[in-house]
């Protein structure tokens, strides 16, 4: 029996990035799945990325990894959103071709050189205390960590109206016999649900009236090494509920299983059902749902904004009763899936078990939910299973805040990343997410030679125009835009002023040029410096609070001065850090004091 | 809950009756222990019991108990008070009695921290708790108390949710722009600038306009009596104050400090500032005596002084000038008390100028009104951007500030606020 150094549990976002990270350090790595034909699977709506996950997709990118380069390849409409609000918050996001999307996953990670292993994980194997393998239906494959990544397959249950089927997405089994050997170790556990809408056959649309929402003419991609695509662009759709679909959702309300109380987890509150959405907001002018295409050899139509988990013949009556839907066929009925999560607060800052080392967890199994933060995860965790150290920090990256989020806070719904999680959100955008995060894969091993060619061109160039900016002085009147103070300023002090865009810059300094790309990040950083210089002091006053060790193991009721409310959030949370447990929710400065002087007294104790 | 603790919350005997506070883990079997009864008083009732001592159930005094059951009490745990004689000998009784119960003496401050911890008290009022503490006069003990009932939280509370409103409008601006129901231009942006923020701007900068006069209740006018070696700045300071509190003697140059004296100008606090002699000197001790005397009497809310040509004219007992207010200039004598009742009736009517009556201040400490111009600032600066993302980040500076003040607005607050007002989701 061969050993690796990685297994990978789940062949979905999570899994891949993981698998695919872990192989890019060199490492051995298997990857165990149901099914291999899965493999790369978009189980929800047919997009990548938005605002908040289009940031987290550029950082994987920029880490190298292959969830960029699969959506542009299988991109069929790119749009940047937030186009006309400030830099900080464009994100970009594309519309997936679910075949094309899935292939290209798969050819990245045969290229990566991750072993395919077709199987159920039945158990873990456990070794004095650290998970070294999985056993599975055709044998035990021991290894020296292992990453599960088991999405909504744990403990999941899929309801349609009053019917309930055991399983994750339809047509599969759910991992059920892994659930009950996690339940065994006594982690905590929780349940959450998601919801997906119905499949719309596109051949039975009426698109004549709707509302077109077209892609981007110069697409933004995902991955840095994505120059240009070949693949066809098409159009989105909108339309709209009306009072009728209103009246049938509530005349039927109690057929649905969350309103009846047959589903116990908890849903995101940004993603409601529309039954949600009718129950709670009401009629308004109706709701908006995106027609979104699965693919572009594909009738099939996701109808975004509608998910639903009511009976077939309800969904019909719902679908009908939307303008250009009138006489839609329903290919396959919406349902909510209610599944298993392990509090995420029982992981380290790398994502592994704490109650049992060699065991690392990504994906909607840790409270997530969204490819983009399940692929983030499965990054972070699949880099740390090769043994190198990577803990991801708030001020560097969304990856970042994200991790924090849930080893500090846990989750109450299913996580989702927004941009207003970042309290550093000036200095982390999509734009500059290479120059925040190749250097640390250059660190780790796990950079290509292809992007880091690529990346050490585009450092020197940016650093090039920021030092050309910089050291340019121009009198105000070659900057008639700005009606000032009549005092000389650098080209990257103008840059500053409402107006002065790189056109005013080149004919006050012709000398100069770049790329389109380093020009944007350049003058982004300019126009946001006076912040950037404020955030770079509050930058270094939480680095020294991270920089104060918890010791493993604390037992916080002990510590004096702490109230047992204190010592209950902390035990809960586990911090590594003072600057973590100062953000443990509900924890006061005082009980942080208290911490800090616990902890330093322990350290002149044991010196 | 925390280990039980008990302080003598009186003053110190001999008094009448001594209030013996205790709170924590464990403290209603030890009220039950020490009072010989099973049978707890009801909850914030007075009920008269024989405390005896532990180990042999000797009576130690005849005291009112009264109990407050957790989270409802001031520490937020379970707490007693013990209303006992207030003899020494009874007060080290009852307290050695507690220590061998398992309870021990608190620390200074402590009552106050575990309720801070609980969150019961927020920072403002645990600020304004010390500051009732120490009152002097009726009205710090007002402005105290009003704080202490949560004036200022009342005020940072309201802030608070404008605040959270105005940042939930931009925010889901920025987060879920591409959402059906979020406004799909910048229409939002420029309506928070226009009422809201304008609304929570102008709210704030009325409240640290009472900033200097609650700093003045807090800490009192300053009043700086100044004059020539001997014009007899002292003795107008003795008379005033009706004791002796600064030397007082004929020769020059014997006051080397400021002297403070506390006054109370009908209800409003007042110090009385001597300086020392002004004059030329080479004794480096008088002359630091000098510098810091200007530097207060420069700084001091009125001068009152004695020099010739100045406000006040001493002596008159000497000169046989009329007491009282007349040719511009304050006539009095120190030494026989005449024109003191016309000097002190002048005072007090500037006090009140300076100190109106009605509703007390909001603002009493130089931290609150720090922390209060920190926001407001970046309130403004946020009024003034293009950039919605500048406007948020300028939001957020405000909301730190105003979260250091009494309690925190973190992103899930902000979240909270934006998906209870918008139905968002594809």
Redesign the interface.
Known sequence: MKSHDVIVIGGGHAGCEAACAAARTGARVALVTFAADNIGQMSCNPAIGGLGKGHLVREIDAMDGIMGRAADAAGIQFRLLNRSRGAAVQGPRAQADRKRYAAAVRALVADSGVEIVEAEVTDLLVEDGRCTGVETSIGPLPARAVVLTSGTFLGGVMHIGERQIAGGRVGEAGASRLALRLRALGLPMGRLKTGTPPRLDGRTIDWANLEVQSGDAQPAYFSSLTTHSDVPQVDCYITRTTQQTHDVIRGNIGLSPMYAGRIEGVGPRYCPSIEDKVMRFGDRDGHQIFLEPEGLDDPLIYPNGISTSLPELVQAAIIHSIPGLGACRIAQPGYAVEYDYLDPRALDSTLQLQALPGLWLAGQVNGTTGYEEAAAQGLVAGLNATGRHWVPDRATSYIGVMVDDLVTHGVSEPYRMFTSRAEFRLRLRADNADLRLTPIARQLGCLGTRRSSIFSDRLAAVEQLTTALKDTRVPAAAIPEVKGDGIARSLWEWARFPGVDWTVLQRAAPQLSAEPNVVETVLTDASYAVYLDRQEQEVARVRQDEAVIVPRGTIFRDIPGLSNEMAERLQKAQPETLGQAARVRGVTPAAITALLAWIRKTQLSAA | ??APIFALSSGPPPAGVAVIRLSGEGVFDIVRQISGSRRLPPTREARLRTLRRPHDQAPLDQALVLIFPGPNSFTGEDSAELHCHGSPAVVAAVQAALSALGARPAEAGEFT??A????RLDLTQVEALSDLIVAETELQRETALAQAGGRLRDLADSWRDQLIGIMAEI?A?????????VEA??VYAERMRGGPLTRLVDSMEAALHSAPVGERIRHGLTIAVTGPPNAGKSSLINALARRDVAIVTPHAGTTRDVIEVHLDLGGRPAILLDTAGLRETSDPIEAEGIARAIARAESADLVLNLAPGGNVVNRIDETGETPGFHSGRLHLSARTGAGLAELEAWLTEWAEDHIPSGEPPAITTARQQHLIAEALGALKSAQSK?????T??DL?AAAHALGRLSGRI???V??GAI?SRF????
């Open positions: 809950m925390a921290r575990r801070f911890e609980s969150g925010e601006q920025l987060d879920f722009s591409d959402e059906g129901d231009s910048n293009a950039d919605p993302v500048l948020a980040e957020r973190g992103p899930e902000i979240l998906f139905c968002i989701g594809k």
